[in-house]
Every structure is written in C-alpha cells, then in structure tokens.
C-alpha cells in the first residue's frame, strides 16, 4: 500500500450514524472530514454523504485505497443499510475493505478493553477483553451479567441505560464514559489493519448482530409439513 492513502469509513449501526474521510501517511491518520447522519435516514442520506466528503477533499472513489465498516453490533436495519452501502461503493471501484466492531471501536476510544451498549429490552451488547483472557462479545441482560465470573474493572459506556444496567449489576466497575463511537473513531481503530492489509472477502460481509432480528423471534412458526 502507498504511503499515503485514503480511507473511507461508515458507521450505521447507532441511534445515529457518521462517515468519515481520513488521510493514513506515514502511519500517522489525519481526519479530513465527518458527517452526521440522522438515525433511521440512512438508505436515503449515506451515499450522499460520502459523495459530499470525496467533493469536499477534492478526490474521487477510485482514489480511496481502503474503506472500514462498522459491522456491528447495532440496529438490523442500520447494520444492514451501512453494509450494503459499504459493498456498493467497494466492489465496482475494487475498494478492500476491513470492519471493526463497535463494541471494540468504543473500547479503544475510551482505552479500555471491555464496552456495552445499550441493546433495548433491558440487554446490552457486551465485550470482554482483559489480558490473558480471550475477548467476548455477547448479548447479555440482567442473569448473564450476574453469571459473569471474571467482571471487567474498566468497562466503557457511551449512554445512559448500559451505564445504569452495569451500574447496578456491576457497582465495583468503574465507567468510562465517552461520547458515541463514530466512523472517524472506527478508522482510527482500524489502521493497524490497513497497513498489515488485513481486509475482508466482500461476498463473506456479513453484520455482527449479537441478536436474531425479530421476524426471527416473534415472526408466525411454520406450519408443520410446509418448507
């Protein structure tokens, strides 16, 4: 890869989302630009606003030399929708792509190795990480967060209702609290990826869902003897 490369990141899997454009040179990352994306707008908002960052820095798709999405875990749709932009812009212009999960994004803006987010339903999306321990991530409610038996001492939160679910389940855990993880934030988790060329095959992308959808869950059982 040339010294100095764009990189094109997306993230749709929050209650709002972001894209961010960012310069790698020297193994230094330089941010040229973000935008905010308004939550449940983004089939009709994404596109665009990658279009305006490339019109912004003065460069085209075929300039980026690598793109990062966010995989999740997040909303189905958001996940969904990112992706699907995120193959959409990578396969015709032949973009490689790495993911990040926004679990692991958050750990590392906070600088810690455990995150939850708040996952609706009384649950969080849960990573544990910790030296010599193998990293997790899971779905978890109040009875899998009393199971754990290794509790984090540093776990980051960026909302209210995951810190009030481990404050209460968790009191000897110390918080760290940090503003939203955004696509800027997932770039910066990833060059280490970019620069050992560690992509993903675009036809095995697929989201991080933690949890079934819920036409999986409440969708009607099929009759017994149809397929």
Known sequence: MADSV???????????????????????LEILGQKELAGRSYSATVVKAVAD????????????????????????????????AVKGLAEPAQIPVATASRLAVLAGKAGCTSAALDAHRHEVFLRLGGEGAETLELLAGPMELEAVKRIPDRIAVCDEVAAALLATTWPEAELIRVGPPAASDAIGFAVSLILAGEFVDLSQLDGHYLRRSDAEIFGTPVAQGRK
């Open 53 to 84: 960052l490339l019109e912004g820095a003065g460069a085209g798709l075929r300039e980026v030399s690598a793109m990062v999405a966010v995989s999740g875990p997040g909303s189905f749709t958001g996940v969904r929708v990112g992706l699907s």
């Open 6 to 28: 764009l990189v094109l990141g997306i993230d749709t899997c929050g209650p709002s989302g972001s894209v961010a454009l960012s310069r790698i040179s020297g193994g230094r």
